[in-house]
């Protein structure tokens, strides 16, 4: 096994925020499950990462209940969770040890935030020398407020603001951010078509 996926933070933790209904994929989870089920019929390694806050009293917050596989995934048996206090999922786990002892150097990678916490994963695994497949269209994420904005913008004002920068953008530039430097980019259609059986 020299091929691992990870999915990082599909948890219930963001659909408990009112940011939720901004999703750029509110289908995410299908999405995710493609993934996963594309990897288990390869034999490849699926790693389950949560975020986690704790003592937060926020949705991050384990003891709320929210740090959870959004409902619809399902970890299989054997399958490592691991939970994390910092954007990407290498520097508060042990991923990287799991992944040494499985020899894998191969990795897919996708979740929510697109420009957070999976971008930030994919720029580290990229950096501690795995080759990576970021698949955007298995990632999610909601408009960034202004830098100047207020914090207690609701929904509705982060909406109105002409400064915010939709999802649709982040997105964008987060592809052309990581393409050719630090992974190679793929929708899930994609992978699976590779996967297929040949004729």
Known sequence: ?????????????????????????????????????????????????????????????????????????????????????????????????????????ELTICGIRTEQCVETTTRVASDFGYQVTFVTDATATNPIAHRDAPADQTVAELLADPRTLPADEIIRRTEYALAGRFATIATVAELEAVAAPQA
């Open 1 to 105: 096994m020299n091929r691992a996926l990870i999915v990082i933070d599909v948890q219930e933790s963001f659909r408990a925020r009112p940011l939720w209904e901004t999703i750029s994929d509110p289908k995410i989870a299908e999405q995710a499950d493609r993934l996963v089920q594309l990897a288990r019929r390869a034999g490849d390694l699926v790693v389950w990462v949560l975020h986690s806050e704790p003592g937060s009293g926020d949705v991050f917050d384990p003891a709320l209940g929210h740090v959870r596989l959004i409902d619809g995934l399902e970890r299989a048996e054997g399958e490592p969770l691991l939970h994390k206090t910092s954007h990407n999922a290498f520097t508060t786990t042990n991923l990287q040890q799991i992944l040494t002892e499985q020899g894998v150097r």
